[in-house]
């Protein structure tokens, strides 16, 4: 069965602080791997995934892919409260691309 | 353009009740999901639409109808409505010519079931 765990499921840090997510998975045919931000309503794109090593960098927030070991990383440095939200990973199948989503990891940053 | 837009915003249903959730967008794009998201539980497909007069079930599509007439609209309904299904209900959608496989949500509508 298809899995995507995340990990940790929520997080509480302060303004400065550097933070990672995890993202585990085991999921057929895999495609890409994609990272949203959620805050009050619908998720919003972040990054997407589908080789292995390669950083993809924006601003702050960077992430990455190992397709050997079956995971990813979320980083964001410098963590300000707007960072606050519901960060979810999911795993894009081909060949009709439906995604499995990991149940979130919800990080708060205090001031 | 108002990309993913959903109908109604909010609903309260009794058990048993039957209702329909509109989905519209208006990029042209041939595949569209609904998702339920539930605390704890990210987000869970319902099903899914790789084009016009095309449904697919997803992880969790029993008690779930879908029906794509038009391109442009994907409507799920819930014919007899369970307390079990109270949730938020997303709807994206994507385009399959897109290298980046992408979903654009809507803002979900948030439904009770008494």
């Known amino acids: 069965e298809d899995k995507v765990v995340q990990s940790p499921l929520s997080l509480v840090v302060h303004e400065g602080d550097t933070v990672t997510l995890n993202c585990s998975y085991e999921v057929t045919n895999f495609r890409s791997l994609l990272w949203y931000k959620q805050e009050k309503k619908a998720p919003t794109f972040l990054f997407m995934l589908t080789s292995s090593g390669i950083e993809k960098k924006s601003g702050r927030l960077s992430s990455i892919l190992d397709k050997k070991e079956l995971f990813s990383i979320l980083n964001i440095t410098a963590t300000q409260t707007g960072d606050s939200a519901i960060y979810l990973c999911?795993?894009?199948?081909?060949?009709?691309?439906?995604?499995?989503f990991g149940a979130g990891t919800r990080l708060t940053v205090k001031p | 353009n108002a990309g993913v837009t959903q109908t109604p915003k909010f609903r309260v249903l009794k058990t048993g009740q039957s209702m329909t959730l509109l989905c519209a967008q208006d990029?042209?794009?041939?595949?569209m999901y609904w998702y339920r998201q539930d605390p704890g539980m990210g987000l869970r497909l319902i099903h899914y639409?790789?084009?016009?007069?095309?449904?697919a079930k997803g992880e969790v599509p029993d008690g779930y109808n879908v029906s794509r007439l038009k391109k442009q609209n994907f409507l799920l309904g819930l014919e007899s409505a369970a307390p079990s299904q109270t949730s938020v209900y997303f709807c994206?959608?994507?385009?399959?010519?897109?290298?980046?496989?992408?979903?654009?949500f809507g803002p979900g509508t948030r439904l009770t079931v008494l």
């Open positions: 990029m042209n794009h041939e595949y």
């Open positions: 994206a959608s994507r385009d399959d010519y897109r290298a980046n496989n992408e979903q654009f």
């Open positions: 999911a795993v894009g199948r081909a060949p009709l691309y439906d995604m499995r």
């Open positions: 639409s790789v084009g016009e007069g095309t449904t």
